[in-house]
């Protein structure tokens, strides 16, 4: 890893910018189903991504399978239960687990969400929607730059889906984004569907979401499906992981990789999971809907 | 000079996430007005979405580490249970694992002495099998590492057992119920609870789990081991269950599962 700060215009936080990898292609969630078929037939797919919870503990049925699929692939380590956002003390137990992970399994990358999940000790283990205020931002900024001290490394943060949004809310999401990327030097793993769905339910336009984030914060992005669901005569979509990606979704990532360049793109199916040539297959078209991208922007 | 008490005013941001959180744990407690914008869709109705991910994590998280349970009770009345445990039992950490940790002492309460007081000793050796697929990646003990000892030494050596290895029993056949229930499994079988009891030794590996079934003696002798005690102390204690304990096809059974440390 790369670590320089550099100043930024007077009277702002310095910029930092930190630098790690993994392969610009697409990549799939290694899920408990698919451990052994994954070690076995090593399916043609750039990099695996393991949920860090799953595999916690001193882990030895689950990180036996990660570390052998280690062996033949990068890997990106995906922590869904830090409540990163809360404004309870960081949990440390929770840290030094991920820690101790990250030590043996060495990934290419970690991330984690934009979002917290408990509060006064209670947690609700969901991906909840924070605030976008200068208040939450500093607070944000903060943990990150704790995170990131503690397991000493860059993180990618992710934007989540969500179906409210705070009447305090002073910014639009994407400027909270990539202010934080900003002010703390983490990277931004842009999760495109997540883009889409927030566009749909809280009625904004999908392409300055995307025009408004830094080109070089981009570290990753994740694709995945949504569902429909009908509430209070209108339609909300929900963030599932239980389907193929849609063709509106599609269309936008073909654009984030016009805007970001190639990236390293995972698609996430985490309910109702397919067989893994069903998984492969997703991958393999998001690799082709990137290289049609590429080359029409060229 | 003294200073008047105020009511200290939380930030902003703490305050709105207690606020949401009782609107989310406690579905009554919705704010009306100056929390979460309508734009269309009534706000109680927008925490609900939270509400219900919150109560389907849950179940989910529970019928991971519960399946032989669920699959006894049925997916429906197993959903019921897992919302009144939610409901007692608070998630204080990230990791849903810990979720569950409380699910048989749960089941325990709710059923005991009834005609599904077995259910909460399924679930507790499901729990003892999730909390062994956590332990650490160690190599077990082989048979070899008493070569250099004397036999007339034995008495003294002491053993671990592996943190993959857990123990479990019940008075009812757990270990046939779980084998009924695993997916594998497709001929239905009719296991009679009134079958015995059984006295467990489980060893997670990487692609199988061991259940293997000891005797109460033997059952003894290995918990006294994973409590610390001398190879002729544990063996001791096993003789006082039964005068017939064989103590060196015990050890065998011990290695050859892999259970020693």
Known sequence: MNDSVQPGPPGTLPVKRLVDGLPACAGIGLRAQHHAAVVAERPAVGWLEAHSENYFGRGSQSLHWLLQAREHYPVALHGVGLSLGSTDPLDTEHLREWRRLIVRVQPAVISEHLSWSSIDGRFSNDLLPLPYTREALAHLVDRVDQVQELLGRRILIENLSSYLQFDQSDMPEWVFLAELSRASGCGILLDVNNIYVNAHNHGFDADAYLAALPREAVGEIHLAGHSVRELGGQTVLIDTHSTHVCADVWQLYAQAIARFGAQPTLLEWDADIPALEVLVAEAQRADQVAGEALAAAA | ?261
């Open chain 2, 1 to 261: 000079m003294p200073t008047k008490s105020r009511e200290k005013r939380l930030p902003p941001l703490r305050e709105l996430q207690r606020r949401f959180a009782a609107g989310l744990f406690e579905p009554q407690d919705v704010p009306r007005q100056g929390l979460i914008l309508a734009a269309g869709i009534e706000p109680a109705l927008r925490v609900g979405i939270y509400t219900n991910n919150w109560r389907q994590g849950v179940r989910e998280a529970l019928a991971l580490i519960y399946p032989v349970a669920e699959r006894l009770v049925g997916t429906e009345y197993f959903a019921s249970l897992a919302d009144d445990y939610r409901s007692l039992h608070h998630s204080t950490r990230g990791d849903l694992h810990y979720v569950g940790a409380a699910f048989p002492a749960f089941l325990r309460t709710q059923f005991a002495n009834g005609p599904y007081a077995y259910l909460a000793d399924v679930a507790a050796l499901e729990w003892a099998i999730e909390d062994a697929r956590r332990a650490a990646l160690v190599e077990a003990l082989s048979p070899d590492a008493l070569r250099d000892t004397p036999p007339e030494q034995y008495a003294q050596l002491h053993f671990k057992l592996h943190p993959a290895a857990r123990l479990s029993h019940s008075p009812f056949p757990i270990r046939r119920i779980w084998l009924a229930n695993q997916p594998k499994h497709e001929a239905v079988e009719t296991v009679r609870l009134d079958a015995g009891g059984d006295w467990l030794l489980i060893r997670v590996m990487p692609d199988e789990i061991a259940l293997a079934a000891l005797d109460e003696a033997g059952y003894a002798f290995a918990a006294a081991l994973g409590q610390g005690s001398a190879l002729g102390e544990a063996a001791d204690l096993a003789l006082a269950i039964d005068a017939a304990f064989d103590l060196g096809a015990t050890l065998r059974q011990l290695f050859v599962l892999g259970a020693l440390r």
